[in-house]
Nanobody, 119 residues
Framework: QVQLVESGGGLVQAGGSLRLSCAVS????????IAWFRQATGKEREFVTR????????YYTDSVKGRFTISKDNRRNTVYLQMNSLKPEDTALYYC????????????WGQGTQVTVSS
């Protein structure tokens, strides 16, 4: 059974940092992509970043480039999202999601962790 559990959200002032974690179980930690998405209140869910668990290649949406870093720890089956220089517009519920590298959609999702950035 595939399971994703996010943690690390919280309240932080603008300019501050947070590190989110996504612990993954039920898969071999390869041949998959893990992504972070976020959804602010009243807005559609948006893609933030993803990482290839096999080679570690990454991709970021423009609004977080240079501020957010996605990384993985294969020993712990965990993916991290380091968020620096946070802005109020980063406030959202952050989800991690999982798909096989042969798929285009993400069938597996965590429950989300709230990030709130105060101005």
């Amino acid at each position: 059974q595939v399971q994703l559990v996010e943690s690390g959200g919280g309240l932080v002032q603008a300019g501050g940092s947070l590190r989110l974690s996504c612990a993954v179980s039920g898969i071999a930690f390869s041949n998959w992509f893990i992504a972070w998405f976020r959804q602010a209140t009243g807005k559609e869910r948006e893609f933030v970043t993803r990482i290839n668990l096999n080679g570690g290649t990454t991709y970021y949406t423009d609004s977080v480039k240079g501020r957010f870093t996605i990384s993985k720890d294969n020993r712990r089956n965990t993916v991290y999202l380091q968020m620096n220089s946070l802005k109020p517009e980063d406030t959202a519920l952050y989800y991690c999601a999982l798909r096989r590298d042969s798929e285009s959609k993400y069938p597996y999702w965590g429950q989300g962790t709230q990030v709130t950035v105060s101005s």
